[in-house]
């Protein structure tokens, strides 16, 4: 974490990011408030302004317009409330941990700093994530799309794109946080149950025979065989789909679009994880852009 990730120019045209162990460091903000944490209220209530003081210092521009190889892949703020409480806000690259890694290492940190040992024994070795070779694809990655020349979140070998990521690493994208408390999500499962039909549809219009599609984070440690080591530090999220026409979409029962999207988890295995890692390696995609949209769960 103390490293920088940095574009590594492979054989043939091959490039890939690695991270480049050079000691540069963390950032660590320590903050204070006048603020008491009961002004906060609703702590699950996503989009309150008062959470923004929280992170301040995370999307400082001095961060935001770095390069590539010199962002820091850890940011953490600290900030005191007047009452003595503390909140820890943290920013991390995505592609050097996912949510369930960046869980340990604040457990980790917060063991550390209470004078304790190591609460978890972080294992990056991501050998059991490589390509196999030759890459063999036995599924169809609906996941994913070629990426065009306009894409520039993503490498492709050899390609002029390379240094565009490198400074320009991100895409704007529309982000909604939306709090489903449990007496909605029960009222939602009574629907399905039901076999109701949607009465309502959303704003917008696409011709019937448009796909849409959905995609949601899958965790594959335990799918992929042999399983990922305890305590693993890296990204093990493949983008699981759910995807269906617009008539379909309008017309089916409720229960049967849900259904896809439990299709949608189950489909992913040991077998589709390994074709899903050799079609990156092939094609070096991008997540599936033609009418789709990503749904991510954080519960509390």
């Known amino acids: 974490m103390a490293g920088r990730l940095i574009h590594q120019v492979g054989e043939g045209g091959n490039d890939r990011f690695e991270i480049d162990c050079n000691g540069e460091g963390v950032v660590v903000v320590a903050a204070t408030t006048t603020s008491e944490m009961s002004q906060l209220g609703e702590l699950r209530s996503p989009n309150k302004p008062e959470f923004k003081m929280l992170v301040s210092f ?36 995505h ?88 007496s909605w999500i029960s009222n939602l499962k009574y629907l399905v149950q039901r076999d109701g039909k949607f009465k309502k549809y959303t704003t917008f219009h696409l011709p019937d025979e448009c796909i849409s599609t959905v995609l949601f984070p899958i965790d594959v440690r335990r799918k992929i065989v042999p399983r990922a080591p305890k305590g ?29 999207i439990h299709k949608g988890v189950e489909r992913v295995d040991d077998e589709y994880v390994k074709s899903n890692i050799d079609w990156l390696e092939v094609n070096r995609g991008v997540p599936c852009r033609e009418n789709s949209f990503s749904v991510v769960v954080w519960s509390i």
């Open 95 to 182: 592609c050097t941990l996912d949510g369930t890694a960046i869980q340990e290492f604040i457990v980790n940190l917060a063991s550390l700093t209470r004078g304790d040992d190591l609460v978890i024994l972080p294992n990056s070795d991501r050998s059991i994530f490589k390509a196999r070779n030759p890459p063999r694809i036995s599924h169809p990655h609906f996941e994913y799309s070629i990426p065009k020349v306009s894409d520039t979140s993503f490498s492709i070998p050899g390609s002029i794109l390379i240094p565009s990521i490198i400074k320009h690493p991100f895409l704007k994208t529309t982000t909604k946080l939306v709090h489903l408390s449990e």
């Open 232 to 260: 693993f530090a890296g990204n093990a999220l493949i983008p699981g789909f759910a995807r269906s026409n617009m008539n379909q979409i309008k017309t089916e029962k409720f229960f049967a679009l849900v259904d896809e």
């Open 58 to 93: 995370l999307h400082d521009e001095e961060w935001m317009n770095l390069e590539l190889k010199e962002k820091p892949l850890l940011l953490l703020q600290l900030t005191r409330f007047q009452c003595g409480g503390v909140a820890l806000a943290s920013l991390s690259n």
